[in-house]
């Protein structure tokens, strides 16, 4: 444990801040610090991703997980007026009796994860291709997927937004 | 990568998915569960990406990282659209208040 301290500390920490920031995620009663709580986990797992060789990955996850989700949450929440002082008081009793069970069962389930005996695995050399080369030669039809799935979006929203339009006349 | 390492990252993954599901069983609040399920997805980005580690794979998986993502990002812009809809009907995001919903 101690030459685990030594020579991966900043793994420990981030991954560490990671899971805190998860259970603040869930354990907050106000919604804009759960929102907040999300942020920092997307941070942790942008830099958890930098220490396991994918830049690429990590600057989306920074980009558009920590920053735009993060920007459309708020937004919502600003919207919809759900954060007031009396909804927060009148929920507060109700989540302690549901949340509670979280942090034991957060333990338990870490200790028995964490007996499993696990080997040492050899640094691998990279065996496949560049990030660029994978996505524009392999996996080309993933863009295809993508822009279909992000076509798709734009038009859900578009047509949820006319539909809303329709019943205010 | 050490074993030891390799423990707490798996943990470390095991234990946000597990908060994660946890949120989106409990909660009747609709942004609440949205928000569970951006942690689950955190944690199979982190699995993901520790598997092309260990495999030294890492261009393939971090494509489908990025695939993971923008599916990720369509499905919460999705979301809540429908829920800011749901909060013009009934002046809410409980659940539990979309029962009364017909048609």
Known sequence: MSDLL????????????????????VLSPRLLRAVIGLA??????TIALFRLDSPLAGVF?????????????????SLSQLETEE??????????????????????????????RLVDFPEVARVGKDVRQVLWTERHL??????????????????????????ER | MNAELLSVYITAIVLVATAGLYYLLV????????????????AVTVG??????LTGNTGLTQTLVITLIVVEVVVMVVAVGLI???????????VRQLRNIKG
């Not at chain 1, 996850?61 to 929440?77: D, N, P, W």
């Not at chain 1, 279909?148 to 019943?167: D, I, R």
């Not at chain 2, 569960?33 to 955190?42: C, N, P, Q, S, Y």
């Not at chain 2, 800011?84 to 409980?94: E, I, R, S």
């Open chain 1, 142 to 167: 993933d863009l295809l997927g993508q822009v279909t799935v992000l076509l798709a979006g734009a038009f859900g929203v578009v047509v949820l937004f006319k539909e809303n339009k329709k019943h």
């Open chain 1, 87 to 116: 909804s927060i008081a009148g929920a507060s009793k109700e989540r302690i009796r549901r949340y509670w069970y979280l942090p034991p069962l957060l333990v338990l389930v870490g200790i028995a994860v964490f007996q499993i």
């Open chain 2, 84 to 94: 800011l809809l749901g909060h013009k009907h009934t002046n809410g995001v409980d």
């Open chain 1, 40 to 45: 920092v986990a997307s941070c942790c797992v």
């Open chain 2, 27 to 42: 909660t009747t609040n609709l942004i609440r569960a949205v928000i569970g399920l951006e942690l689950v997805t955190k």
């Open chain 1, 61 to 77: 996850e920074l980009s558009v997980c920590a920053g735009l989700i993060s920007a459309v949450f708020i937004s919502t929440i």
């Open chain 2, 48 to 53: 993901l990406v520790l598997a092309g580690k």
């Open chain 1, 6 to 25: 030594e020579n991966h500390i900043v793994d420990v920490i981030v991954l560490g801040t990671l899971v805190l920031s998860a259970v603040w995620a």
